[in-house]
């Protein structure tokens, strides 16, 4: 690129996880860009949708653990901005919630670089589907608050539950790991055992439901609280609909490994996907890869897979 200009940078949403849930926009700023920098949540395979030559980076950021600062991640989308025409950043959900897109946003701002926010489907919004239900039902819920269970130890008011009290629903993201000290807040300031909603995993194949009470939702997730799956929170009448028990699905679908040409292996992964599976590819011209991509499959390959296949073999 000549000397002291910017590319521009995309602002994506890759959605829940569910390869089949990205928007048509995002897909193709996928699958066109020049570099890519990708949060910890996003699919491992749709980042396998990318061009062969390019370098994909993990600036993601993982919960209770130690990991890249924004500031670092900001820095890199300058760099990337400099050497490339098409900079996709790459965040699960959608980028302007719980994203930390502002920061961003504020940062190409500064450096005169040319943005464009991606919308993607939010976490929220996939859990209740998954359970044929929205997040608003006439005459049940009317509103709906988005909310972190990341408390603030400062803060008097750790969760606003001001939907919950008029009537509505309360989705609350990241708060698994602090569900205890969450429902007990609710609690308190409410004085009511409002119907609970918790999904692990949401639209992978192996999404869990749990539907529960403020005060029994702790005691019957408790297995759950140690693992590392994320989950999101819903809390309201919605949980309670008479129809959710008869929508809950069990998933127990497989993990595939597919192996072969690269193109035609991603179609058939498609397929798998379609059909509620989950899936990762090991192409054939790995080595034709940017070496990023090389050693992202390698990591990917150490994990366990129910079945391999060739997608010759697929029918």
């Known amino acids: 690129m000549p000397l002291n200009t910017y590319g521009k940078v995309y602002l994506v949403g890759a959605g829940p996880g569910q390869p ?14 020049d570099i890519i920098l990708y949060d910890r949540l996003v699919n491992p395979f749709i980042l396998q949708l990318v ?3 390019i370098e994909i980076i993990n600036v993601g950021k993982e919960a209770y653990r130690k990991h890249i600062q924004q500031q670092v991640i900001n820095e890199k989308l300058i760099s990337a901005a400099k050497h490339h025409k098409c900079v996709v950043r790459l965040k699960g959900g959608d980028p302007a919630i719980f994203g930390r897109v502002h920061e961003e946003v504020v ?23 998954s359970v044929g239900l929205g997040l608003t039902i006439r005459n049940v819920a009317h509103s709906v608050i988005f909310t972190t269970g990341h408390l603030n130890k400062n803060s008097q ?27 007990n807040e609710i609690y308190q300031t409410t004085q009511v055992d ?9 639209s992978s194949f192996n999404e869990k439901h749990i539907i529960g009470t403020v005060t029994t939702i702790v ?9 590392i799956s994320p989950g999101i929170v819903i809390v309201g009448d919605i949980a309670a609909y008479e129809n959710i028990k008869s929508t809950l699905k ?4 497989k993990k595939y490994l597919i192996s072969g040409p690269r193109l035609q292996a991603i179609e058939q992964a498609f397929d798998i996907y379609e059909n509620g ?11 034709e890869l940017h070496h990023s991509q090389q050693l992202f499959i390698e990591q990917q390959l150490m994990q366990h897979f129910d079945e391999k296949i060739h997608s010759k073999d697929i029918k």
């Not at 089949?20 to 860009?33: C, M, V």
């Not at 008011?157 to 429902?183: C, H």
């Not at 599976?277 to 080595?287: R, S, V, Y």
């Open 20 to 33: 089949e849930l990205l928007t048509r926009k995002a897909e193709r700023l996928i699958r066109s860009a």
């Open 51 to 53: 061009r062969p030559e």
């Open 107 to 129: 940062t190409l701002s500064q450096a005169g670089i040319d943005f464009e926010v991606v919308p993607g489907i939010t976490t929220a919004s996939a859990a209740v589907a």
């Open 157 to 183: 008011q750790q969760v606003d539950v001001t939907a919950l009290i008029n009537g509505g629903t309360l989705a609350i993201y990241m708060g698994v790991k602090q569900l205890s000290e969450i429902m």
């Open 194 to 202: 409002y119907p609970v909603l918790l999904i692990f995993n949401v």
């Open 219 to 227: 005691e019957q997730v408790s297995d759950d609280l140690e693992q």
């Open 250 to 253: 069990k998933c127990t679908s």
């Open 277 to 287: 599976g989950w899936c990762l590819i090991n192409p054939d011209e790995k080595h």
